[in-house]
C-alpha cells in the first residue's frame, strides 16, 4: 500500500507517464488530493460498479 504522493512519483517515471491515475479512497477530500497530485480523475469508496467501469471505459477507448 502506498501513499498518494509515493504513488505519483512512481508514474511520473517517463516508461509508465502515459499510464492513467485514478485515485480510489474513502477519504472525504479525495478529489481535491487527486488534483493536487495531478491523477486523472478520483472515485470515492464505496465504488459504485458503474461508476468503475465508467472510468475504465473513459481510459480504454480509442486503444488498440
Not at 517517463?14 to 472515485?43: C, E, F, M, R, T
Amino acid at each position: 500500500r502506498r501513499q498518494g504522493d509515493e504513488m505519483r512519483g512512481a508514474f511520473l517515471d517517463s516508461k509508465l507517464a502515459d499510464i492513467p491515475v485514478v485515485i480510489i479512497s474513502a477519504d472525504g477530500h479525495i478529489k481535491h488530493k487527486a488534483q493536487a497530485l495531478n491523477a486523472n480523475g478520483s472515485l470515492s469508496k464505496p465504488i459504485e460498479f458503474g461508476a468503475l467501469c465508467a472510468v475504465a471505459k473513459s481510459y480504454c477507448e480509442g486503444m488498440s
